[in-house]
């Protein structure tokens, strides 16, 4: 194996997870970000002195994280620190997926003894719930991997002829219609309403409940940060706040240097990766949600019984996806508030709030004193019978908006960037990790696996960098 010069442009998951596995085969990396800090858009903040992370704000499926590290390992000289020592990472689980709030409806998932749903949601996880294994093997394994067939076949046999969410639940006529709403809503992970999304994700509320939700102590920023340290323990080099302002074929140049390259791995959104080509972007004909996002210091505690993670549900889904594909904002839309008392996971003093707002991707700055803002934060507080508005808590905030996340080269803030068919949102995504045209330039992160979150993204960086691994003869 003859090392070659490679660079890795953007520090988010999917560029860290590749410059770590390529740094530790050998091979002289070097990763550019424009940004200040590690993992693009799961960023760490700091409001009033308490750590605050943004971005994924669960991980499921850390069975893509062992896979990352396992790899890393096997890659390795022999004798070398194995990923686990070099950079621990302590995951913890949630009592629950999450709250839902939905027409008067309320029930965590999975659904507690007593509630109506319970029947109705035991049948479903009994029959989806077993499938995350299948699910962690189609997401890190190469598609064309015969591993890929029974996996497969596992899922699909679920499906029958219903390949979306929306045709699949609708056959569910067992299930009762709220509750189908609430497993459906999960789409939103992947930023578009569940007709344009594959059933596997009907799965997915299941398969979290079976195989729990968790959250490293610390933060989901842990993730990055592990990756950053798995990559620079290897060899790799990171370099902060540097533009890359254009590349080619053995050649990057940012805005205060120039690199000689073999190869290039690209972890940027879609868009931004043409123009640096001197590719105009070609105008998406859908985009995927955007977000508000209301990262706040509580004066006090909320109630013993508000849970990690709340979702309060719009009474009309229909007119939310309608909002995300004319870019208007709805009436109402669906809101997390992700709470964490004062040394709950993060060594904060105070109690910590991520309210956040699926919204159009419009490009628009919001502040929390927008009246769409305070009028859903208003509804949250309805909603989860709190004893003062949310908004009358805050003492310190900060909103990312959807001309923050358009600074990162989608379309009007779209969180996954353009929106694909539904068929498109498996093995057969577009684009690709390579192309024929272009064999010295590879992609990764959410370009080629938009939605998902955390672990599609890092079962995608496997993928492309395996194949790159076994092109270079490591």
Same mark, same amino acid.
């Given at each position: 194996?003859?090392?070659?010069?490679?660079?890795?442009?953007?520090?988010?998951?999917?560029?860290?997870?590749?410059?770590?596995?390529?740094?530790?085969?050998?091979?002289?990396?070097?990763?550019?970000?424009?940004?200040?800090?590690?993992?693009?858009?799961?960023?760490?903040?700091?409001?009033?002195?308490?750590?605050?992370?943004?971005?994924?704000?669960?991980?499921?499926?850390?069975?893509?994280?062992?896979?990352?590290?396992?790899?890393?390992?096997?890659?390795?000289?022999?004798?070398?620190r194995?990923?686990?020592?070099?950079?621990?990472?302590?995951?913890?689980?949630?009592p629950?997926?999450?709250?839902?709030?939905?027409? @008067?409806?309320?029930?965590?998932?999975?659904?507690?003894?007593?509630?109506?749903?319970?029947?109705?949601?035991?049948?479903?996880?009994?029959?989806?719930?077993?499938?995350?294994q299948?699910?962690?093997?189609?997401l890190t394994?190469?598609?064309?991997?015969?591993?890929?067939?029974?996996?497969?076949?596992?899922?699909?046999?679920?499906?029958?002829?219903?390949?979306?969410t929306?045709?699949?639940?609708?056959?569910?006529?067992?299930?009762?219609?709220?509750?189908?709403?609430v497993?459906?809503?999960?789409?939103?992970?992947?930023?578009?309403?569940?007709?344009?999304?594959?059933?596997?994700?009907?799965?997915?509320?299941?398969?979290?409940?079976?195989?729990?939700?968790?959250v490293?102590?610390?933060g989901?920023?842990?993730?990055?940060?592990?990756?950053?340290?798995?990559?620079?323990?290897?060899?790799a080099?990171?370099?902060?706040?540097?533009?890359?302002t254009?590349?080619?074929?053995?050649?990057?140049?940012?805005?205060?240097?120039?690199?000689?390259?073999?190869?290039?791995?690209?972890?940027?959104?879609?868009?931004?990766l043409?123009?640096l080509?001197?590719?105009?972007?070609?105008?998406?004909?859908?985009?995927?949600?955007? @977000?508000?996002?209301?990262?706040?210091?509580l004066?006090?505690?909320?109630?013993?019984?508000?849970?990690?993670?709340?979702?309060?549900?719009?009474?009309d889904?229909?007119d939310?996806?309608?909002?995300?594909?004319?870019?208007?904002?709805?009436?109402?839309?669906?809101?997390?508030?992700?709470?964490?008392?004062?040394?709950?996971?993060?060594?904060?003093?105070?109690?910590?709030?991520?309210?956040?707002?699926?919204?159009?991707?419009?490009?628009?700055?919001?502040?929390?004193?927008?009246?769409w803002?305070?009028?859903?934060?208003?509804?949250?507080?309805?909603?989860?019978?709190?004893p003062?508005?949310?908004?009358?808590?805050?003492?310190?905030?900060?909103?990312?908006?959807?001309?923050y996340?358009?600074?990162?080269?989608?379309?009007?803030?779209?969180l996954? @960037?353009?929106?694909?068919?539904?068929?498109?949102?498996?093995?057969?995504?577009?684009?690709?990790?390579?192309s024929?045209?272009?064999?010295?330039?590879?992609?990764?992160?959410?370009?080629?696996?938009?939605?998902?979150?955390?672990?599609?993204?890092?079962?995608?960086a496997?993928?492309?960098?395996?194949?790159?691994?076994?092109?270079?003869?490591?």
């Amino acid at each position: 194996m003859t090392p070659r010069r490679i660079v890795v442009i953007g520090a988010g998951l999917g560029g860290l997870a590749s410059a770590a596995l390529l740094a530790r085969a050998g091979h002289d990396v070097t990763v550019l970000d424009r940004n200040e800090w590690i993992g693009g858009k799961s960023r760490r903040i700091d409001v009033a002195g308490q750590r605050i992370d943004t971005g994924p704000s669960l991980v499921t499926f850390p069975a893509a994280i062992d896979k990352i590290l396992d790899r890393f390992d096997e890659v390795g000289p022999a004798g070398a620190r194995k990923a686990r020592d070099i950079a621990p990472l302590d995951l913890q689980r949630l009592p629950e997926v999450g709250r839902y709030f939905f027409r @008067g409806d309320v029930a965590n998932l999975p659904v507690e003894e007593g509630h109506a749903w319970k029947p109705a949601w035991d049948r479903f996880e009994a029959e989806h719930g077993p499938l995350g294994q299948n699910i962690t093997t189609m997401l890190t394994n190469d598609p064309w991997d015969s591993a890929i067939y029974p996996a497969a076949a596992g899922l699909f046999s679920h499906y029958g002829t219903r390949l979306n969410t929306e045709r699949y639940l609708n056959g569910l006529d067992w299930m009762p219609e709220n509750l189908r709403e609430v497993i459906s809503i999960h789409t939103l992970n992947a930023g578009v309403a569940p007709a344009k999304t594959l059933a596997l994700f009907a799965t997915m509320p299941a398969v979290m409940s079976t195989d729990g939700v968790w959250v490293p102590t610390g933060g989901v920023n842990e993730i990055p940060q592990m990756l950053a340290r798995l990559a620079t323990e290897s060899g790799a080099t990171i370099r902060l706040g540097e533009r890359v302002t254009s590349l080619s074929r053995g050649r990057v140049v940012t805005d205060t240097a120039e690199y000689t390259t073999d190869l290039v791995v690209s972890g940027l959104d879609a868009d931004v990766l043409e123009g640096l080509l001197g590719r105009r972007p070609r105008t998406p004909t859908a985009l995927s949600c955007s @977000g508000i996002a209301v990262f706040a210091v509580l004066d006090e505690e909320l109630p013993a019984d508000v849970v990690t993670h709340s979702v309060i549900m719009p009474d009309d889904p229909a007119d939310l996806y309608e909002s995300i594909r004319t870019t208007t904002l709805p009436k109402q839309t669906m809101a997390f508030l992700n709470y964490y008392r004062a040394g709950q996971i993060y060594p904060n003093t105070r109690p910590t709030a991520a309210i956040l707002l699926t919204a159009p991707p419009d490009g628009k700055r919001y502040g929390i004193e927008h009246e769409w803002v305070q009028r859903e934060m208003r509804r949250i507080t309805e909603v989860m019978s709190l004893p003062r508005q949310l908004a009358d808590m805050i003492t310190d905030h900060t909103v990312l908006h959807p001309e923050y996340f358009a600074g990162f080269g989608a379309v009007g803030g779209a969180l996954y @960037g353009e929106g694909h068919p539904w068929w498109q949102s498996g093995p057969f995504h577009s684009p690709a990790y390579t192309s024929p045209l272009r064999p010295w330039l590879w992609r990764v992160g959410a370009s080629v696996h938009p939605g998902g979150g955390i672990p599609a993204v890092l079962g995608g960086a496997l993928i492309a960098t395996n194949r790159l691994l076994a092109k270079l003869g490591t």
